[in-house]
Nanobody, 123 residues
Framework: QVQLTESGGGLVQAGGSLRLSCAAS????????MGWFRQAPGKEREFVAT???????SYADSVKGRFTISRDFAKNTVYLQMNSLKPEDTAVYYC?????????????????WGQGTQVTVSS
């Protein structure tokens, strides 16, 4: 049973930084695409970033240059470093995984999801 557990969310002032972690268990995740998505109140879930087994990455335009996704294969963990945070980054952030070698940006294509971690950015 694949399980994803996010951590690292919290309250931060605009311009600050947070690092989210997603620990994966129940499988071998070297050949999984790992992604981060977010959902703000009253809005649909949106893609944030993804990283493939090759460490190829893709980012939403809204976070390019501010967020960095990375992965540690030995720890089965994916990170999302978020810098220069803005109030519009406020959302619940979800980690997702899919068994594929490809870069995957659509949430509908992911098979496994974490429970989410709240990120709140105050102005």
């Amino acid at each position: 049973q694949v399980q994803l557990t996010e951590s690292g969310g919290g309250l931060v002032q605009a311009g600050g930084s947070l690092r989210l972690s997603c620990a994966a268990s129940g499988g071998t995740f070297g050949n999984y695409a790992m992604g981060w998505f977010r959902q703000a109140p009253g809005k649909e879930r949106e893609f944030v970033a993804t990283i493939a087994w090759s460490r190829s990455t893709s980012y939403a335009d809204s976070v390019k240059g501010r967020f960095t996704i990375s992965r540690d294969f030995a720890k089965n963990t994916v990170y999302l470093q978020m810098n220069s945070l803005k109030p519009e980054d406020t959302a619940v952030y979800y980690c997702a995984a899919k068994h594929t070698l490809l870069v995957v940006t659509s949430g509908d294509d992911y098979d496994y999801w974490g429970q989410g971690t709240q990120v709140t950015v105050s102005s």
